[in-house]
């Protein structure tokens, strides 16, 4: 059986920044994925050019992202747009609010990258990394824990044993689920579309959410000014119709919903369609198990936060392994990974219940409901203090 320090399940963005924020800790690591290794970085810039997954990603995980080396090497590549301003708007009434950097004192809000060039970058950083062991296309489907460590069984046999296992297997954790660690969750009765579309104008840098009775709609601005990657979150009911539509239906459709701004829509790429589940785990740690990223917390796309939130715990969950490893003291003890499971939590259940407040108060139709909102918008846009307030929270300020 091989035998690990830290055997991290699941090598996605959040998987493989771990790996990577620890690989200079003196702890041997192994990286353990399901998938094949992620695709090269992408190369094209047509409408099915860019990747269908794009992530909007604040200054805080560009940073964290910087120390990891890999926020260089995504810039390089010319694929990441940076945004300077957010119009979101209310798709039932006429309030809006406009957020700019230059408000804040800040250049950009945030920065949009496709999630296959951050894979390609993040796994091309663990393959070098001499501390880090990485297997993909293994699957572990077995995992059971004692005092001392945890014991990992993968589909082709092999087994592990490892002091911690960091779990960053995704949305659907199979270890949470071995481990019976206990979740709350629930499903939006929402699917998300998602797609690259071709504009009539430029973006102008500009993220564009509109919050339609049926759900929003995310317009995020590529590396070339007349291209967007869309987020279209559909109630059940009329998701099917939206996915089943010829492409020239679905852009008359988004063209309807994007009315109230100059933006046209001209073409659009191939679609691609995720369920919306929100799930939180009720611990994020269990013995020697602890969970990070989506495995821990899945939310709403609404403010392209899952990332960012993933990110923070990869970041807070190494320096607490390494701070205490730096102090001489046991590394993969409760009180090291209670202190990460307490400074995530708080954010990350904030967060959750911020999206699930704005869904709920989007979604309605009742007239009330969208006076409120309309003249809350309209308040926000007008006070220039609760505005800069706003702006400062999406620039991580
Ligand atoms: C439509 C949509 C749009 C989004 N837009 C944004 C956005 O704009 N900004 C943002 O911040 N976030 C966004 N998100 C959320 C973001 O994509 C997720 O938060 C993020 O991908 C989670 O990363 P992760 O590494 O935790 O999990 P994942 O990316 O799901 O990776 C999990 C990995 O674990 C592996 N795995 C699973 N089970 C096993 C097993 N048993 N054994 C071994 N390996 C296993 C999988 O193969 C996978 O590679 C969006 C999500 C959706 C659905």
């Not at 001209?266 to 990223?293: M, S, W």
């Amino acid at each position: 059986m091989d035998r690990y320090d830290v055997a991290i399940v699941g090598a996605g963005v959040i998987g493989m920044s771990v790996a990577l924020a620890l690989k200079e800790s003196g702890l041997s690591i192994t990286l353990i994925d399901a998938a094949s290794a992620p695709a090269s970085e992408p190369s094209g810039r047509g409408v099915d050019g860019w990747g269908k997954r794009v992530t909007a990603l604040t200054p805080a995980s560009e940073e964290f992202l910087g120390s990891l080396d890999a926020w260089s090497a995504m810039h390089r590549t010319d694929r990441v747009a940076s945004y300077t301003a957010m119009q979101v708007w209310d798709g039932e009434a006429s309030g809006a609010i406009h957020f700019a950097a230059r408000d804040v004192g800040a250049t950009a809000l945030g920065h949009i990258a496709e999630s296959q060039l951050t894979m390609s970058v993040l796994a091309e950083l663990v393959a070098a990394a001499p501390a880090i062991h990485n297997r993909w296309s293994a699957r572990v489907v077995g995992c059971t824990s004692d005092a001392e460590g945890v014991e990992l069984d993968c589909d082709d046999g092999s087994s592990i044993r490892a002091e911690l296992v960091i779990a960053a297997d995704g949305a659907r954790s199979n270890i949470r689920d071995l481990a019976a660690m206990r979740t709350r969750q629930w499903r939006y009765q929402q699917n998300a579309i998602v797609a690259t579309v071709e504009l009539e104008q430029d973006h102008r840098d500009t993220c564009w959410q509109a919050f339609l009775a049926t759900g929003p709609l995310a317009l995020l601005p590529l590396a070339e000014s007349n291209h967007c990657s869309i987020v279209w979150s559909l109630d059940d009911d009329v998701s099917p119709r939206w996915e089943a539509a010829s492409d020239a239906e679905f852009v008359d459709g988004l063209n309807r919903a994007l009315s109230a701004v100059p933006m046209r829509v001209t073409a659009v790429g191939e679609r691609a369609t995720f369920p919306l589940v929100q799930c939180h785990a009720v611990d994020y740690v269990k013995d020697r198990i602890v969970l990070v990223g989506d495995a821990a917390h899945s939310i709403h796309p609404l403010a392209g936060q899952g990332i960012n939130l993933g990110l923070a715990d990869a970041k807070v969950l190494a320096e607490s392994i390494i701070n205490a490893i730096q102090r001489g003291g046991p590394w993969a003890s409760a009180p090291v990974l209670g202190r990460y499971q307490r400074l995530r939590k708080t954010e990350n259940l904030a967060m959750m219940a911020a999206m699930q407040a704005f869904k709920w108060g989007f979604g309605s139709r009742n007239p009330t409901a969208v006076m409120a909102r309309n003249f809350g918008l309209r308040m926000v846009d007008e006070q220039r203090w609760i505005k800069n307030w706003f702006a400062k929270q999406a620039a991580g300020a």
